[in-house]
Nanobody, 123 residues
Framework: VQLQACGGGLVQAGGSLRLSCAAS????????VGWFRQAPGKEREFVAG????????YYTDSVKGRFTISRDKVKNTVYLQMNSLKPEDTAVYYC?????????????????WGQGTLVTVSS
């Protein structure tokens, strides 16, 4: 499974961005997918995850109500819609795939990683 993340950019506080994680290979449909982010000088943190069948989603508290994760099995792509962005959302965002049935916060459970896309939110 190869992952390609894109959609980052510069946006003002309160704005929106949609990140995409496109995957190669039909096996992707059997993987849980998570979005992680890493801000300068900070550890990588879990942001959101979606189960292989799309029925379970999970969000870290700081993004609940603002971010929405979804997946399109036909396009083999997972999306992260980010609304009401805040300067503290500034980070490099990574998508990753895990064989677990439901999303987990532990990054070591994810076998495949995309290259990251930079999101910068100005105040």
């Amino acid at each position: 499974v190869q992952l390609q993340a894109c959609g980052g950019g510069l946006v003002q506080a309160g704005g929106s961005l949609r990140l995409s994680c496109a995957a190669s290979g039909s096996a992707f449909s059997r993987y849980t997918v998570g979005w992680f982010r890493q801000a300068p000088g900070k550890e990588r943190e879990f942001v959101a995850g979606i189960s292989w069948n799309g029925l379970s989603t999970y969000y870290t508290d700081s993004v609940k109500g603002r971010f929405t994760i979804s997946r399109d099995k036909v396009k083999n792509t997972v999306y992260l819609q980010m609304n009401s962005l805040k300067p503290e959302d500034t980070a490099v965002y990574y998508c990753a795939a895990s064989p677990d049935l439901v999303p987990v916060r532990d990054s070591s459970r994810y076998d495949y990683w995309g290259q990251g896309t930079l999101v910068t939110v100005s105040s």
